[in-house]
């Protein structure tokens, strides 16, 4: 008979010492059961690890300690992150953010080193509080704390000062916009009579002048803009013809007022109150501007279409990037027309001293340039104006002779 020979089971593996014992491997799972509760019960979750945590502590179990920890970071993590980013930018202004991050991370690595430091440790303990490392951690917890209400206070601080200038802000906003209705109504009290009809006698037209000089002074570029907008549509800067008795503006026959270029008056003779004025980035479509005296004015960037600037001066004017489609510098033909003379008298039909003196302005980026513009341009507005027109000047000839 042979004998069975004895079989030999195989030795069971030693407990790693870093495992986690098996009597604990259930709690261990418990972290996938709490995330499913975190959508519902975020609170819950967060405080009941923190308590797991604190639990540990007390028993003395590393495993339960490092579970509670685990689980309170991840939850709260997990609860703060989609709002965080919003969060970031509404409460920390983006100077201070880069400081504040330095902060944490100065504050994170002294933690670390003094918890991690060796010292006070207790070797009949699985968890070793280096209590030297606390104390020192709550000094630094203290002067963290107050750097970060100084932060609090100086953020405060400047959120009111944010607030306070944007209510400053839009109450100029609104008073400019209330200052430029009463001059609305009061200039359209002065130049009209009872029946609605313009009747500007020389003293009104003298009160209507100084109003609009008055107001042009305490607006800024956007008001100008209003202001010459209505003053234009209301054919207040159009010279009128007028009786030669009593000056009193005469109709067309078509329901307005007719328009005498060489003789005529105009209600409100702007004159050089838009001399160095700002005016960019403004619509200024269909404007009457011709005679103003626009001297260093800045009209960059401005919808200049179908602007009447004849006989303005544009001497040194910033007309960068505006649209000058249709924009009128002269009357005539370009090859005839001249710039105005202070001795000389325009006329109207050839265009000589109708055109608008453009000596040394710049035309960089203009748009929508027609050849009749850029041939009275390149050859009225000298060799520095001559530079900036889109396009070049090949072929028209210099005309100011400098």
């Given at each position: ?18 495992s986690?014992?098996r009597s ?5 799972s ?6 499913q ?14 308590g ?8 003395d ?16 993590v ?5 709002s ?12 201070w953010?880069?400081?504040?991050v ?10 670390g080193?003094?918890v991690?430091s ?19 951690l ?22 009111q ?10 109450q ?23 029946e ?9 037209r ?10 042009f002074?305490?607006v ?5 803009a209003k ?7 209301s054919?207040?800067l ?20 007719a328009?005498?270029?060489a ?19 403004n ?9 103003a005296n626009?001297?260093?004015a ?8 179908k ?7 544009l ?6 990037g505006?649209d ?11 090859e ?8 000389q008298p325009p006329?109207?039909?050839t265009?000589?001293c ?15 340039l ?5 041939y009275?341009?390149c050859?009225?507005?000298g ?7 889109p396009g070049?000047?090949d ?8």
């Amino acid at each position: 008979m042979t004998q069975k020979s004895p079989t030999r089971s195989n030795p069971k593996p030693l407990p790693s010492a870093t495992s986690p014992p098996r009597s604990i491997q259930p709690i261990l799972s418990a972290p996938k059961k709490l995330m499913q509760w975190l959508p519902d019960y975020p609170s819950a979750v967060v405080f009941g690890s923190i308590g797991v945590m604190i639990l540990g502590l007390a028993i003395d179990s590393l495993w339960m300690g490092l579970l509670g920890a685990f689980v309170a970071l991840l939850a709260s993590v997990k609860t703060i992150w989609p709002s965080w980013n919003q969060l970031w930018k509404e409460l920390v202004p983006s100077p201070w953010r880069a400081v504040i991050v330095a902060f944490v991370g100065i504050m994170a690595s002294g933690i670390g080193l003094l918890v991690l430091s060796g010292s006070n440790q207790q070797a009949t303990r699985s968890i070793q509080v280096n209590w030297d490392a606390v104390g020192a951690l709550g000094e630094i917890v203290g002067a963290v704390g107050q750097i970060l209400i100084a932060l609090l206070a100086v953020y405060v601080a400047w959120q009111q000062y944010v607030i306070s200038k944007d209510l400053t802000m839009q109450q100029n906003i609104i008073t400019q916009q209330q200052t430029i209705d009463a001059y609305f109504q009061g200039v359209s009290e002065l130049a009209l009579n009872e029946e609605g009809l313009l009747e500007d006698w020389p003293q009104e037209r003298a009160f209507a002048e100084g109003r609009t000089a008055a107001i042009f002074s305490s607006v800024d570029a956007a008001g100008k803009a209003k202001i010459i907008r209505f003053l234009s549509q209301s054919r207040l800067l159009t010279p009128l013809k007028r009786d030669r008795r009593l000056g009193r503006p005469i109709l067309d026959g078509q329901g307005g007022y007719a328009e005498d270029r060489a003789y005529g008056t105009r209600v409100i003779d702007l004159g050089v109150m838009l001399a160095c004025a700002d005016l960019s980035g403004n619509d200024l479509r269909w404007t009457e501007m011709s005679d103003a005296n626009l001297v260093k004015a800045n009209l960059s960037n401005c919808d200049l279409v179908k602007a009447n600037l004849a006989r303005s001066i544009l001497y040194e004017a910033n007309l960068s990037g505006a649209d000058l489609k249709g924009a009128q510098f002269f009357y005539g033909t370009a090859e005839q027309a001249t710039p105005r003379s202070r001795t000389q008298p325009p006329d109207y039909t050839t265009g000589k001293c109708t055109g608008a003196v453009i000596e040394n302005a710049d035309l960089t980026n203009v748009q929508r340039l027609s050849e009749a513009q850029r041939y009275y341009c390149c050859a009225w507005g000298g060799e520095k104006t001559r530079g900036t027109i889109p396009g070049g000047c090949d072929g028209i000839p210099n005309k100011l002779g400098r």
